[in-house]
């Protein structure tokens, strides 16, 4: 995946950093550098840390100072590099991102045969009876830029099921093979009925056509063998491995089940959480249960907790199932799926607000978005002690607010909610977002100046694996609102473009305000965590282009290295 490249350094730090020890809980370090970025108002800028055996920061300051006020501390010398704090992604799906790393990666396919030719070289080493899966299609790549079909498959795998999630993972393609599977399994994929939340794509004589949208992939999702523990364990050590290797100190995690929560805390038990953890139960099911029977979870180790849920509204706009208010204008007559119920919705917000669970809802297009407004504004009402503003202390969230009708921005301010945003979502599908909702909805597409002036709070992530690991590209992202070929000129809705200070801010300090740890993480002041990475480069004086390729030297938690580049 792009965000899997390793960046090497041209900087060597000094050997005290390379052999730093274990710190004891008596121990000091302090930690010297060209720059530290703080994002702490009070100090923006210092050129020292120093911090204690328990990972906490006791001072920040200049090195001069420090040293002579810490003359014990032992020093870590990082020469020419830059201190910015621990990068946290507020939006993205640990498991996903290992599984994807465990199967055919279809991202940035211009065509179906290059699609097909990555899966037959990839099959080559498969078991002839293993399922053949990846993810990472996106159809607005193709010079047809039209759904595939099952037909599109069959030929180079007439009898291996294959199925394949769209970029988004709100869409699913399955050839004739996987449709049957499929079938066996129970599903009912003929006729003109269609699930609750999703839609099954049909050919003109109405058979499944091979792509499933949203809900109806549950349809094709129930006949693949399932992952064994041993897969999902390997899946998340990948993933934890790709995080840190990319910058992450922190992951808000969006959609755990209990079942995963637990192979989480056998990670954390073991001592091999190499970074925060801040997980979202997986909808109204058993996670969303345990919270309110057994309290909001908190891992001793201090890098695991779960005190969130993450809810749906609708689907994506990509695979046209985000609501809308008005139909699609390249489909006239869809205005996308609701994938949960209004009534079923209210009732999980309800459920979370009286066991007093952060509610985080995906919300995409301009219809799905005011509904969870809508509801937001209903059910904050009726808690004791709460008006429309007092959300502020439940920090409930919208999860992506891609599509915003403008009248409704302005309300994200009022009610205290969070708008949880992804600056490469807006490059990704820049190229075709106008054709999909019209000019005139482009006033509230991708909006994060509006929402900045409008009062909101805006935490930044990725939602990888739909997009990138790498939080870098974001930044690139959010400042130049351009690909990474520098297109379009100036940036596509350049209005709405972030400075790099603020959108740094969206990957630290407000991102950690999303997840109610501001106390501990987001910034780099005495009594916070000694979280930080050190890079090569200064991101707050590089030249914008250039974001994307900051060289990372390595990541640090708790002030233990947990990620070091390659020298060379």
């Known amino acids: 995946m792009r965000g899997l490249w390793t960046f090497v350094s041209g900087i060597c730090l000094s050997a005290c950093v390379l052999a730093a020890p274990a710190a004891s809980a008596a121990q000091l370090q302090l930690l010297q550098a060209q720059r530290v970025h703080t994002m702490d108002p009070g100090r923006p800028q210092a050129d020292a840390l120093v911090w204690d055996g328990d990972g906490v920061l006791v001072d920040v300051g200049d090195a001069a100072t420090l040293r002579a006020r810490w003359p014990q501390a032992a020093v870590v010398d990082a020469g020419n590099a830059v201190v910015v704090p621990g990068l946290i992604d507020a939006h993205a799906h640990l498991m996903g991102l290992g599984f994807a790393l465990m199967r055919v990666d279809l991202a940035g396919a211009r065509s179906k045969q290059e699609i097909v030719e990555r899966l037959r070289a990839y099959a080559a080493d498969l078991a002839p009876d293993a399922w053949l899966l990846g993810g990472g299609w996106d159809q607005n790549l193709w010079p047809e830029a039209a759904f595939p079909t099952a037909a599109d498959l069959d030929a180079a795998f007439p009898g291996r099921p294959v199925w394949l999630y769209r970029v988004d993972g709100h869409a699913g393609w399955a050839n004739s093979a996987a449709l049957r599977a499929a079938e066996a399994a129970g599903a009912s994929l003929h006729g003109d009925a269609q699930p609750q939340g999703g839609r099954i794509v049909r050919d003109a004589a109405g058979a499944p056509s091979g792509v499933f949208v949203d809900e109806a992939m549950r349809l ?102 985000a609501a809308m208010l008005e139909d699609y204008a390249d489909e006239h007559g869809n205005t996308g799926l609701l994938v949960t119920e209004p009534a079923a919705f209210r009732a999980a917000v309800e459920k979370a607000a009286r066991c007093g669970v952060q509610v985080a ?40 607010a891609q599509i915003v009708a403008s009248e409704d921005i302005p309300r994200f301010a009022g009610l205290g909610v969070i708008a949880s945003m992804q600056p490469t979502h807006a490059t990704s599908d820049m190229p075709w977002a106008g054709a999909r909702v019209g000019e005139a909805r482009l006033a509230g597409a991708y909006a994060w100046r509006r929402f900045l002036g409008s009062g909101a ?37 350049a209005d709405q473009k972030l400075t790099v200070d603020e959108a740094l801010r969206g990957f630290t300090a407000d991102a950690a305000y999303a997840g109610f740890a501001e106390g501990e993480v987001g910034r780099l002041a005495p009594g916070l965590r000694a979280d930080f990475v050190l890079l090569a480069d200064d991101p707050l004086t590089v030249p914008v282009a250039q974001l994307d390729g900051l060289r990372l030297l390595s990541t640090w938690v708790d002030g233990q290295r947990v990620y070091e580049a390659p020298a060379d």
């Open 220 to 321: 094709v999702d129930r006949a693949v063998p399932a992952p064994t523990p041993d897969d999902d364990r390997q899946a998340f050590a990948r993933a934890l491995d790709a995080a840190v290797g990319n910058g992450l100190t922190g992951v808000h995690d969006m959609g755990v089940s209990r079942d995963e929560l637990a192979l989480y805390r056998e990670f954390a038990d073991a001592g091999r959480l190499p970074l925060r953890v801040t997980a979202y139960a997986d909808g109204d099911d058993a996670a969303l249960q345990d919270l309110c029977t057994d309290g909001l979870y908190s891992h001793a180790g201090g890098r695991l907790r779960m005190r969130g849920v993450k809810l749906y509204i609708d689907g994506a706009l990509g695979s046209r199932g």
């Open 457 to 493: 709070r805006m935490a930044l992530g990725s939602d990888f694996p739909v997009e990138a690991v790498d939080p870098r590209l974001g930044l690139y992202a959010a400042v130049t609102r351009q690909d990474r070929d520098g297109q379009p000129p100036g940036g596509w809705l």
């Open 361 to 400: 809802t995906h919300a995409i297009g301009d219809h799905g978005n005011r509904l969870v407004l809508d509801t937001y504004a209903d059910v904050l009402a009726g808690i004791d002690g709460n008006d429309d503003a007092g959300g502020e202390t439940l920090r409930w969230r919208v999860e992506h």
